[in-house]
């Protein structure tokens, strides 16, 4: 069965430095998202992309994220300086009319 | 702000037993709603989604929604003990947007 492939599993990293999480979708796909989960959270919507843009964005995707799909498979999210409150789990997501969710990337910022 | 809300549970019921887990949420307009399970420190795995009002029926899944009454269900027959999981219902206001998600009802199914 297809399935999105996120990596890495877990990312430890220093305030203030830049990180990349990585997503690789369902390969006929062509709605892609990410969403966090703060320990013992709800599941936020963080950004929408679809035909290599960025449909949607909730109130925490400010200027420190970015995504983009650099070489047509991946899909990445950026953070550019890593507070502490960034640590949570981050969920790669992408759709046909259903919706199914990568295993995760667990970003420490310590 | 567009909610979806959950009863958090935790639902215990025994091996067997029909469990059931409720959302509501607060725009008319949302279109479809899934319903997802969770695993502690697991991703969400999709269970079924909906978006007509009325039952949809997945082997021991039935999802139920009531667009006038804004409510959103999931029954769980014969239920596992490897049923047992945090349940996150989540609603999209349009085709292929975002989804938004109640913060889910812990399930234990107990032998």
């Known amino acids: 069965e297809p399935e999105v492939t996120q990596t890495p599993s877990h990312q430890v990293t220093q305030m203030g430095q830049e990180v990349i999480l990585r997503c690789v979708p369902i390969s006929n796909h062509l709605y892609f998202y990410w969403y966090r989960q703060i320990l013992g959270q709800k599941v936020e919507f963080l950004v929408s992309?679809?035909?290599?843009?960025?449909?949607?964005k909730s109130e925490i995707f400010d200027d420190q994220f970015s995504v983009e799909r650099p070489d047509g498979s991946n899909f990445t999210l950026k953070i550019r300086s890593t507070k502490l409150e960034d640590s949570a789990m981050y969920f790669c997501?992408?759709?046909?009319?259903?919706?199914?969710f990568g295993q995760g990337t667990r970003l420490t910022v310590v | 702000q567009k909610e979806v809300e959950q009863n958090s549970g935790p639902l215990s019921v025994p091996e067997g037993a029909i469990a059931s887990l409720n959302c509501t949420y607060s725009?008319?307009?949302?279109?479809?709603f899934f319903w997802y399970r969770q695993y502690s420190g697991k991703s969400p795995e999709l269970i079924m989604f909906i978006y007509s009002n009325g039952d949809k029926e997945d082997g021991r899944f039935t999802a139920q929604l009531n667009k006038a009454s804004q409510y959103v269900s999931l029954l769980i027959r014969d239920s596992q003990p490897s049923d047992s999981a945090t349940y996150l219902c989540a609603g999209e206001l349009t085709s292929y947007g975002k989804l938004t998600f109640g913060q889910g009802t812990i399930l234990t199914v107990h032998p």
């Open positions: 997501a992408t759709r046909d009319r259903s919706a199914f």
């Open positions: 992309f679809y035909n290599n843009e960025i449909s949607e």
């Open positions: 725009d008319r307009g949302s279109q479809s």
